[in-house]
C-alpha cells in the first residue's frame, strides 16, 4: 500500500511548486491530530555527493503538517496550500519518506520534541509562510525555525545539509536515516546514523 501511496505522488526535489491550493474546507477537513507535539526536519541526501536536494518540515502541533516548501510531493488525497501538506498520518509520512528515497537519494530525519507552544507557533508560521519559489527550501525552512524559542540560534542557509548539521547541534535530536532502491522496494528500512 504505501509504494502505491509513494507512487502516486510526484517529487522534483526543491523545485517551484507546480500545483494548485485546495479550499479551506478541503483542508479543515483533511486536520489529523497526532500524539505529542514535535517537529521532524527531513533532508533528502544525494548518495554520492553527499549534497543535500532538499529540505522540509513536519510539525505535530494542534494538527500534523508537512511544511514542503518548494516541494512537488502531490496526491489528490493529500490535501495542500501554500506548500503545507494536511492530513499528514503515519501512512503519510512514510510515502512521503519513500517518495523522496531512491537509488541517487535517501532522507535523514531528525525529530524533535517540542512544547506544544513551540508546535503551534511553528504551525502557524508555516502556514503563513505562503510559497516558496524553487531552491528556497531550506532557506524558508531556516528561517521559519529561527523564529521560534528553542531555535533562534539556527542560522539561515540555502543548503539543505548545512541546515541538517545545525539540528544536529541541538540537544535529544532522534536522527534516522531512511533508503530505497530505484524500484521503491526497501533495501535497508530505517538505519541508525553511524
Not at 514535535?38 to 502541533?61: E, Q
Not at 512521503?96 to 503551534?120: D, F, G, L
Not at 508555516?126 to 542560522?155: E, H, M, R, W
Amino acid at each position: 500500500m504505501i509504494a502505491g501511496l509513494a507512487a502516486v505522488a510526484l517529487l522534483a526535489g526543491c523545485a517551484a511548486d507546480t500545483g494548485g491550493d485546495d479550499t479551506i474546507e478541503q483542508i479543515a477537513a483533511a486536520a489529523y491530530d497526532a500524539p505529542g507535539t514535535s517537529i521532524t526536519l527531513f533532508t533528502m541526501v544525494n548518495n554520492r555527493t553527499g549534497a543535500g536536494g532538499h529540505s522540509s518540515l513536519m510539525v505535530n502541533g494542534s494538527q500534523q503538517v508537512i511544511f514542503d516548501p518548494a516541494g512537488s510531493f502531490r496526491d489528490p488525497r493529500v490535501a495542500e496550500r501554500a506548500d503545507v501538506l494536511y492530513g499528514i498520518t503515519p501512512g503519510w509520512v512514510q510515502a512521503y519518506k519513500s517518495a523522496h528515497a531512491r537509488e541517487s537519494h535517501h532522507v535523514v530525519t531528525q525529530e524533535i520534541n517540542v512544547t506544544p507552544e513551540q508546535a503551534e507557533k511553528l504551525l502557524q508560521l508555516v502556514q503563513a509562510n505562503g510559497a516558496v519559489p524553487g531552491a528556497y527550501c531550506a532557506n524558508a525552512t531556516s528561517g521559519i525555525l529561527a523564529q521560534v524559542d528553542g531555535f533562534t540560534g539556527i542560522k539561515q542557509t540555502f543548503y539543505p545539509v548545512k541546515l541538517m548539521e545545525q539540528i544536529a547541534l541541538l540537544p535529544d535530536v532522534k536522527t534516522m536515516k531512511y533508503y530505497e532502491d530505484d524500484s521503491g522496494n526497501v533495501l535497508d528500512g530505517v538505519r541508525l546514523p553511524q
